[in-house]
């Protein structure tokens, strides 16, 4: 049986956070998130790694990241242009915005050939998400499938936050995702603001997807249709992106796709704003302590 691939999402400078942080150091040893995905990926079972980058960053991204794993893991590398679009559509005059996750999968169709996870590459998702994603991938099932984390556990102390929060059917698979924008903790409450003040009162045991996804290669003809009508509808509005969420839920609606979610996410960390980064590399810290992770990952 053909071992999964991993597919790690990079192509983003992240603006709120202020770098390149798909390249900033949280470990002992220089450890970026991404080594520690890779490595908790590799020893799950994953056999391939596939980076989503953009042209411009692919010499320091090579440099600092795909140096480290060439001789571990198989590599690859894909590319997320603006201009990368199907046939029949041009890039519209001024746009600068990339054109979303679903885009960015998209960037990979040629490069894998088996049942693949989809990860950010700055969310620290745990060694339990990817030996469960890695079960669902190799059970050979049809369905895709989706890691789970509990809402309270996704926060950010430094600031406010969005999440797609799930409801599931009955039998565990996904039903759709809300979108929640501006939600923090406020005076022991968990909350989602609107636009017009308006609050949103959540437990905080909610289920939240956090890009964290299990497919097989069929679905790369579906996204593919899903963003071409997407450019249809939107592909002139310059700062419209199509989210691989958005996609996920209209294929479930269309009765084209069953994603059945995971509840093995645990201890997810990410580093959405500058301040992340020192409680990123506390967590680490303790996960070492506790003995789940070497000193120094490669070592």
Request: net charge neutral; charged share 20%.
């Amino acid at each position: 049986m053909l071992k999964p691939t991993l597919l790690i999402l990079a192509a983003g400078m992240g603006s709120r956070y202020g770098g390149l942080k798909q390249i900033d150091p949280i470990g002992p040893g220089g450890e970026t998130i991404m080594d520690y995905s890779i490595y908790d990926a590799h020893r799950a079972g994953f056999g391939k790694a596939v980076f989503v980058i953009r042209k411009q960053i692919e010499q320091p991204f090579r440099q600092s990241i795909g140096a480290r794993f060439e001789k571990r893991i198989p590599i690859d590398y894909v590319f997320q242009e603006l201009d990368n679009l199907p046939q029949g559509f041009a890039l519209p005059a001024g746009r600068t915005r990339p054109w979303g996750t679903t885009h960015a999968i998209l960037a990979a169709a040629h490069a894998i050939r088996e049942p693949f996870a989809v990860i950010n590459s700055d969310d620290f998702y745990g060694a339990a998400s990817f030996r469960g994603l890695a079960g669902a991938l190799l059970s050979a099932a049809n369905d895709y499938s989706m890691v789970g984390f509990a809402l309270r556990d996704t926060l950010s102390p430094f600031g406010p936050v969005s999440r797609g929060v799930c409801r599931l059917d009955k039998h565990g698979f996904l039903h759709d995702i809300v979108e929640l924008k501006s939600i923090e903790q406020k005076n022991g409450r968990v909350v989602s603001s609107a636009p017009d003040g308006a609050l949103t009162n959540l437990t905080g045991n909610e289920t939240v997807s956090m890009n964290m996804w299990g497919f097989t290669p069929q679905i790369f003809p579906q996204l593919d249709a899903s963003f071409e009508q997407f450019l249809r509808l939107h592909g002139a509005d310059l700062n419209a992106e199509c989210y691989i969420p958005n996609t996920v839920n209209d294929l479930i609606r269309a009765g084209h796709a069953q994603v059945r979610v995971l509840p093995c996410g645990g201890a997810w960390f990410g580093v959405t704003y500058r301040l992340d980064r020192d409680r990123a590399v506390e967590n680490i810290r303790r996960l070492i302590e506790a003995g789940q992770y070497p000193e120094r990952l490669w070592a």
